[in-house]
T-cell receptor, first 113, second 113 residues
Framework: AQSVTQPDIHITVSEGASLELRCNYS??????LFWYVQSPGQGLQLLLK??????LVQGIKGFEAEFKRSQSSFNLRKPSVHWSDAAEYFC???????????FGKGTLLTVNP | DAGITQSPRHKVTETGTPVTLRCHQT?????MYWYRQDPGHGLRLIHY???????DKGEVSDGYSVSRSKTEDFLLTLESATSSQTSVYFC????????????FGEGSRLTVL
């Protein structure tokens, strides 16, 4: 069965600083990978996804992620964080098993002014 | 907007009482999911459905049952609520024939006293 690890529970960055959120997955073949964002009191919104092809994928709100098969990673990046990016971020994997997503435990992002 | 409505949005109940949460969609998508979200656990799949009367268990299905008698409605039932089922419950739908993207409802916060 597939699994996802987000090593960082909570990250604090200053506004304008760069951001990288880590995600490692476990799956035997090439998985489908996703990043979702959740603002307080809201549901989850898809930021970006990787299925195949170019390993650097662009998403909404200026986010990008890079799939690295050798490291089983799918890290999320943003060059300059805005205060509105403060939220919880979830990495997820779908490994071809009846179209179910497995989520990581999330990384809470705090942005300091 | 994928047209997902969850009801009730908030509910407080007592241990041992039955509870039903409803997820309604307006666009006749085939796949529907129930997740629960708890601090430190991320989102965990409870049950999912791949068509009318076609449902299957997720990773945390004990104590929960589901029904889907119409395409647009997916019901989650706690036959006898326990305090460990205090959580935020999210319904999600998949708009494609596979998990290309999940759209989430706004969540139902359940407190079991």
């Amino acid at each position: 069965a597939q699994s996802v690890t987000q090593p960082d529970i909570h990250i604090t960055v200053s506004e304008g600083a760069s951001l990288e959120l880590r995600c490692n997955y476990s799956y035997g073949a090439t998985p489908y990978l996703f990043w979702y964002v959740q603002s307080p009191g809201q549901g989850l919104q898809l930021l970006l996804k990787y299925f195949s092809g170019d390993t650097l994928v662009q998403g909404i709100k200026g986010f990008e992620a890079e799939f690295k098969r050798s490291q089983s990673s799918f890290n999320l990046r943003k060059p300059s964080v805005h205060w509105s990016d403060a939220a919880e971020y979830f990495c997820a994997v779908e490994g071809g098993s009846n179209y179910k997503l497995t989520f990581g435990k999330g990384t809470l992002l705090t942005v300091n002014p | 907007d994928a047209g997902i409505t969850q009801s009730p949005r908030h509910k407080v109940t007592e241990t041992g009482t039955p509870v039903t949460l409803r997820c309604h969609q307006t666009e006749n998508h085939r796949y529907m999911y129930w997740y629960r979200q708890d601090p430190g656990h991320g989102l965990r799949l409870i049950h999912y459905s791949y068509g009318v009367k076609d449902t299957d268990k997720g990773e945390v299905s004990d104590g929960y049952s589901v029904s889907r008698s119409k395409t647009e409605d997916f019901l989650l039932t706690l036959e006898s609520a326990t305090s460990s089922q205090t959580s935020v419950y999210f319904c999600a739908i998949s708009t494609g024939t596979s998990v290309e993207e999940l759209f989430f409802g706004e969540g139902s916060r359940l407190t079991v006293l």
